[in-house]
């Protein structure tokens, strides 16, 4: 549905009055609601999902309208979906959850709902990149903060071996290696 995509509130109002098939893919594998939550129409996400929109059905890709939302970081979707989505903690092929992405684009407040939401900090995309592996690579402090305060394990390693700590010394994140370093995480040699 176009219309949902580009936020056009009262064609969708119209569509859905006449009993469209709103949890229908489209040509690209989206429906109605993963296009609305990707563009962050808050008022058309309620309109649909109050009028039977899956939140639970999944783009061509794997991704759930959740994702797309916490992925371009629409924190008042993200937040309703939130209540609606049978499994947060669902994954792509490589492993990606919301959580992930939320993490990889700095999306805070994303962040913060999905934590509240009581979702699992540590899962690893099939790298091995956990969420607080990301925030050491991206240098979110404030997000490390809150998967420390979470109990996300910041003494995990990826794939390739990398640590927290190497991370943030690579990518010359100074404060992240800090607060490493004053939780008691020692750098290998």
């Known amino acids: 549905m176009t219309a949902a995509w580009l936020g056009q509130d009262e ?5 859905l009055e006449r009993k469209a098939a709103i949890n229908k893919h489209d040509q690209e594998g989206h429906t109605a609601l993963s296009r609305a939550a990707w563009k962050g ?6 309109m649909l999902l109050q009028n039977g929109a899956d939140a639970n059905i999944q ?3 794997g991704m759930l309208p959740v994702m797309w ?10 937040k309703l979906l939130t209540e609606k989505t049978g499994n947060l903690n669902h994954q792509l092929a490589d492993g990606t959850t919301a959580l992930l992405l939320a993490v990889e684009g700095e999306n805070i ?7 509240d939401s009581r979702v699992k900090v540590d899962i690893a995309k099939s790298n091995g990149m956990t969420p607080i ?5 991206t240098g979110s402090v404030d997000i490390w903060k809150l998967l420390v305060a979470a109990n996300a394990n910041f003494r995990a390693r990826n794939n390739v071996g990398e640590d927290a700590v190497w991370l943030a010394a690579f990518n010359n ?8 370093l004053k939780k008691g995480v020692v750098p290998r040699a």
């Open 59 to 61: 783009h061509k890709s």
């Open 69 to 78: 939302a916490a992925r371009e970081g629409h924190v008042k979707v993200v």
């Open 173 to 180: 994140h100074v404060e992240v290696l800090r607060l490493l």
């Open 11 to 15: 064609i969708v109002r119209q569509i």
């Open 41 to 46: 129409h808050i008022n058309i996400v309620k």
């Open 133 to 137: 592996l990301l925030a050491c690579k």
């Open 109 to 115: 407040d994303v962040v913060k709902i999905l934590l």
